[in-house]
């Protein structure tokens, strides 16, 4: 049996190469499908062919063999695409934010961006209080122009009471979601595509959905207010972390915003 000296040297530099942009590609698909369906769509498509190959290349199955060669494999090449329709576009969108690896939030002042995270925290507060629910979205690379223009434009300096009375109930704006572009509320009464993803115990409400549905099909960042529960929850890249404080609301943007909070602020 080889020693692994005796591999590593047969081994070259580009077979090496090879491997680890392999692995990195299998990697980074594996980073976009979790915590999504897709998991569940793999793991079902993988048993289907494992169970077929078996079975066609240990019996003596004439027309299942047949049916692998000349209709499984094409089958599988046109349906993957469809069924994994939602992943392959996060997946082509995250490749097309280059934006991001050089300049976060464009040329936004920061003094912006630490206006808009500190008065979206107090306005979720302020509105878990009262029992209002909220969907606020916060566009960042991926362009939400096409939801935006489904609603209300608004193009108005974002600020605490006007938040709280575009969602008081029964006020004409309220349903939806309000969508922020830098420090300006960019359009509210927005609809947003509901997640299909219901994987888990967990049942959401359509907020909730909404919220994860534009995190999945964009690099945005929702902030939602539970009408029920007053519960303040937090989604970005399809996944959702619920029961925040204000303060840790504040933080988990500054750290997904990439700014750095005062100590006061942080309090």
């Not at 698909?29 to 240990?58: D, E, H, N």
């Not at 047949?66 to 209709?71: H, L, V």
């Not at 539970?226 to 959702?240: A, L």
Request: charged fraction near 20%; aromatic fraction near 6%.
């Amino acid at each position: 049996m080889p020693s692994f000296q005796q591999i590593w040297e047969r081994v070259s530099f580009l077979a090496a190469l090879d491997i680890l942009l392999v692995a990195a590609l299998i990697f980074w698909l594996l980073g976009v499908i979790r915590g999504t369906r897709a998991v569940q769509l793999l793991r079902g498509v993988g048993i289907l062919v494992v169970v077929a190959l078996l079975a066609g290349s240990t019996l003596p199955l004439t027309t299942l063999r047949w049916i692998i060669r000349e209709a499984l494999s094409p089958a599988l090449f046109v349906a993957i695409p469809i069924l994994f329709q939602p992943e392959l576009r996060r997946a082509l969108e995250s490749l097309g934010r280059t934006g991001e690896w050089f300049n976060r939030f464009g040329s936004t002042n920061r003094s912006d961006v630490e206006e808009m995270i500190n008065t979206i925290s107090r306005a979720a507060k302020q509105l878990s209080q009262q029992g209002i629910g909220a969907l606020m979205v916060i566009e960042r690379d991926t362009g939400l122009q096409e939801y935006a223009d489904r609603g209300v434009i608004v193009d108005s300096r974002i600020s605490v009471p006007l938040l709280v009375n575009i969602f008081f109930p029964n006020a004409p704006l309220h349903d939806m979601a309000v969508i922020f572009r830098r420090n300006r509320i960019l359009a509210a009464n927005c609809v947003l595509p509901l997640s299909e993803n219901v994987v888990g115990s967990t049942r959401y409400g359509t907020r909730h959905r909404a919220a994860l549905g534009i995190s999945e099909q964009s690099d945005a960042i929702s902030v939602i207010v539970s009408e029920e529960t007053g519960s303040i929850s937090i989604t970005h890249d399809g996944r959702m972390v619920r029961h925040l404080t204000e303060g840790r609301l504040r933080k988990l943007l500054a750290g997904l915003l990439r700014v750095e909070l005062s100590e006061e602020e942080e309090a």
